[in-house]
């Protein structure tokens, strides 16, 4: 099965800042990534497929790049809200498979 | 709209069988467009793919869990469920049911429902 190694696993940041969460996969899926929120006692909730397309309703300070085995996920001046645990999943194979999670905190 | 409702017993004694299950209402298990999902979340840790079913009964399931698990589907019932047997503490977590489509991201997620493991 493929692993997905996500990092960094904890991000310290402030209001307004930029910050990019890294995943990486360990044989190519393509573009076949999608990325997700999720706030604590809730479902995740999915921001990004295929690599770079922003799903419906969400803002467009995400932003995701990549192909193969190499992804990032960016959020450009990060707001209040903003502040969640992130999973990347690849879906390239029918046994889907998450990155570790990078728990976005305040500074 | 899909709503997606996990329903089971939330307390398993160590040894004994996990069973879930899922409702579907605002859309139909028999949709050939989708695949049906279970996802657990251990407490304070990551999202783990348990298996994935199609409506026609095709299943796919995480190698690590394989030998313990069973996913069906009743689309009489419009529900897909889980079995996990001999279970242990390691299987307490948030269970979640899903949906994807083809070849694609989880588009929709149950509320998740937490099963502890414990005598």
């Known amino acids: 099965d493929i692993q997905m190694t996500q990092f960094p696993s904890t991000l310290s940041a402030s209001v307004g800042d930029r910050v990019t969460i890294t995943c990486r996969a360990s044989?190519?899926?393509?573009?076949?990534l999608a990325w997700y929120q999720q706030k604590p006692g809730k479902a995740p909730k999915l921001l990004i497929s295929?690599?770079?397309t922003l799903e419906s309703g969400v803002p467009s300070r995400f932003s995701g790049s990549g192909s193969g085995t190499e992804f990032t996920l960016t959020i450009s001046g990060l707001q209040p809200d903003d502040f969640a645990t992130y999973y990347c999943q690849q879906y390239s194979s029918p046994l889907y498979t998450f990155g570790q999670g990078t728990k976005l905190e305040v500074k | 709209q899909l709503q997606l409702q996990e329903s089971g017993p939330r307390l398993v004694k160590p040894s004994e069988t996990l069973s879930l299950a899922c409702s579907v209402s605002?859309?139909?298990?028999?949709?050939?467009?989708?695949?049906w999902v279970w996802i657990r979340q251990p407490p304070g840790k990551g999202l783990e793919w348990i298996g994935t079913?199609?409506?026609?009964?095709?299943?796919y399931y995480d190698p690590s869990l394989k030998s313990r698990i069973t996913i069906s589907v009743d689309t009489s019932k419009n529900q897909f469920s889980l079995n996990l047997s001999s279970v242990t503490a390691a299987d307490t977590a948030v269970y979640y049911c899903a949906r994807h489509g083809g070849v694609g991201p989880i588009d929709s997620w149950g509320q998740g429902t937490l099963v502890t493991v414990s005598s």
């Open positions: 079913i199609y409506y026609s009964g095709s299943t």
């Open positions: 044989e190519s899926i393509n573009r076949w």
């Open positions: 605002g859309g139909s298990i028999s949709d050939r467009s989708y695949y």
């Open positions: 295929k690599a770079s």
